[in-house]
């Protein structure tokens, strides 16, 4: 047992409410989805791409309010806009966030084009919607990966040990939330690259997610612990449900909507037990100076 | 004209008799608010840390010494360490968080909007959102003072000279200094190494044992260090997530 002042805490802990681990999850969706869309348009799986689209701009809308709403002066949001700074992995995500938005928004609304503009006007907006798909998927792994990097790049102990998984953990719940929307949102017979992407995108969190819970020494406790073990445990049981649903229930649209929905439930129950577990990490001193003696 | 000096405190703990003249000099020249009376039963600490409304904190610290029954007092003023490389400053995505040209590092009210990411960063749990306000805030350094040559409010009520203000280099000459006349193997000067995972801090400290004692951390890092490594990470992770995409939908063209 080390030393401490009362056993008080050394760090702050996070002043973010739950609208934070919520934007990780809804932004990793946005970015898996749009990702799915843009894979769906390009092999001519019109439902997929539209479930996809448009989960993709209502992710983005939510993240949109998390972020803002999370804020301590939400009036003054747009004071993110007034530098671009490199050292930020905020600030880069802000930019991010504002390009993919704008990609994403031109990709649902062509989405949502009356279907009686069959002529130019029809063939445009459809060309220009490609196109907008296509830069959102572009962006869009990286909007799913720099949220790790944003809580890594913090004093948080469980994070920032944590700094070369949580990126593989995030990239892995974001493919898997997208492939869920697919599941959901479209036929089974378009479904084949959703049902792989379920898998994969689970193999990547659930691997990850454990390396984070057992590689990380004395750092690892806070994942093991309380109500951060208790979500990840939901995660993955849903996870792996979520996965083993995707492959068996290949040919009832039934099976594949609730395999989607324990998706979309792991997703976000690996992002809260994440968050939780950082925010342990800075409530008890032993996390930051064991460590940093060296002793854990 | 040349750029200042680079300005900074060195608080020898070995001196402070825990007044907490410091707290209040402080609270009253930046307006600071009051956060009610809590009552912490922590020897004579009722401030508990440095927080949004507490930009000096005394600590006090009740040791056993010796098999007598005998015991010692440390007292110390903490503050804001006003980093050489300051994460706060690093991860502030609105520019509120600035570095003057007296090498400290100030909020800038009129700009923070409150997104919290300077508290996180922090790894001295300085830097604070201020209830009801919901913007952050720390030291100073007297900003509003230092530019017209006056000491920071701290440094002249201290009435031991405990808090010393001046050129950081010449702050840090007298510690060593100090520390010598001191001659206690226990005494140790904290936060003056500019190898140190900050760069060394512009605020630190002679202590009279470990510093996680005082609730100081024993080897703080500017997390903005790792960040290449990091990006490199994430930039992996984002190529397997594409890589991913195009294998699913390959071969299953309709």
């Known amino acids: 047992m080390s030393d401490s002042y009362y056993g008080r805490p050394i760090l702050k802990a996070p002043a973010w409410r739950h609208d934070i681990p919520a934007y990780l999850f809804t932004g990793g969706l946005a970015a898996g989805s749009a990702l799915l869309a843009a894979g769906a348009d390009l092999t001519g799986r019109p439902r997929t791409r539209r479930a996809a689209r448009l989960a993709a701009l209502g992710a983005l809308g939510a993240s949109t309010y998390f972020l803002i709403n999370d804020l301590g002066r939400p009036e003054r949001f747009h004071h993110m806009l007034r530098v671009a700074k490199p050292t930020s992995p905020m600030s880069v995500g802000t930019w991010l966030l504002t390009a993919f938005g704008g990609a994403a928004g031109l990709a649902a609304t062509a989405e949502i084009r009356p279907r009686r503009w069959n002529g130019p006007a029809g063939r445009l907006t459809d060309a220009a919607g490609r196109a907008a798909g296509l830069g959102a998927a572009a962006l869009a792994p990286g909007l799913a990966t720099y949220t790790a990097v944003l809580i890594a790049d913090t004093a948080v102990p469980s994070w920032h040990e944590a700094r070369a998984d949580l990126p593989f953990a995030f990239a892995g719940s974001a493919l898997a939330s997208g492939a869920a929307v697919g599941l959901i949102g479209a036929p089974p017979s378009e479904g084949g690259p959703a049902r792989a992407l379920a898998v994969t995108g689970v193999a990547l969190e659930v691997a990850a997610t454990h390396r984070i819970e057992t590689g990380l020494g004395l750092l690892s406790e806070p994942y093991r612990t309380g109500k951060a073990a208790r979500l990840l445990h939901a995660a993955r049981a849903l996870n792996l449900a979520g996965a083993a649903g995707a492959l068996l229930g290949r040919r009832s649209r039934v099976v594949s909507a609730l395999s989607g929905a324990a998706l979309l439930a792991g997703s976000l129950a690996t992002r809260f037990g994440i968050y939780e577990a950082g925010v342990a990490s800075t409530k008890d001193p032993k996390y930051v100076v064991e460590p940093q003696r060296g002793s854990a | ?254």
């Open chain 2, 1 to 254: 004209m040349s750029a200042p000096q680079r300005m900074g405190f060195f608080t020898d703990t070995s001196v402070c008799i825990g007044c907490k003249a410091c707290e209040v000099a402080c609270k009253e020249w930046n307006g600071v608010p009051a956060d009610g009376l809590d009552l912490l039963g922590l020897s004579f600490d009722n401030t508990g840390q440095l927080d949004a409304n507490s930009w000096r904190h005394v600590a006090f610290i009740e040791q056993p010494v010796g098999d007598h029954g005998d015991m010692r007092w440390l007292m110390a003023s903490d503050v804001c360490k006003h980093c050489t490389h300051a994460a706060c400053l690093d991860v502030c995505p609105t520019g509120s968080l600035m570095r003057t040209e007296f090498d400290t590092v100030i909020v800038q009210a009129d700009i923070c909007n409150g997104c919290g990411y300077c508290i996180s960063a922090c790894p001295y749990g300085v830097i604070d959102r201020r209830e009801g306000d919901g913007r952050a805030w720390k030291c100073t350094l007297c900003y509003d003072r230092i530019g017209d040559g006056l000491r920071p409010a701290c440094a002249t009520a201290c009435p031991t000279e405990s808090i010393q203000y001046g050129p950081l280099d010449e702050l840090r000459e007298r510690a060593q200094a100090r520390l010598e006349a001191l001659d206690d193997p226990q005494a140790r000067l904290y936060g003056h190494d500019p190898a140190d995972g900050v760069g060394g801090q512009g605020a630190f400290f002679l202590l009279l044992d470990e510093p996680e004692v005082y609730g100081l951390p024993p080897a703080p890092v500017v997390t903005t260090r790792d960040l290449p490594q990091m990006w490199k990470r994430a930039g992996l992770a984002a190529l397997t997530m594409a890589a991913a995409v195009a294998v699913s939908f390959l071969g299953r063209r309709k």
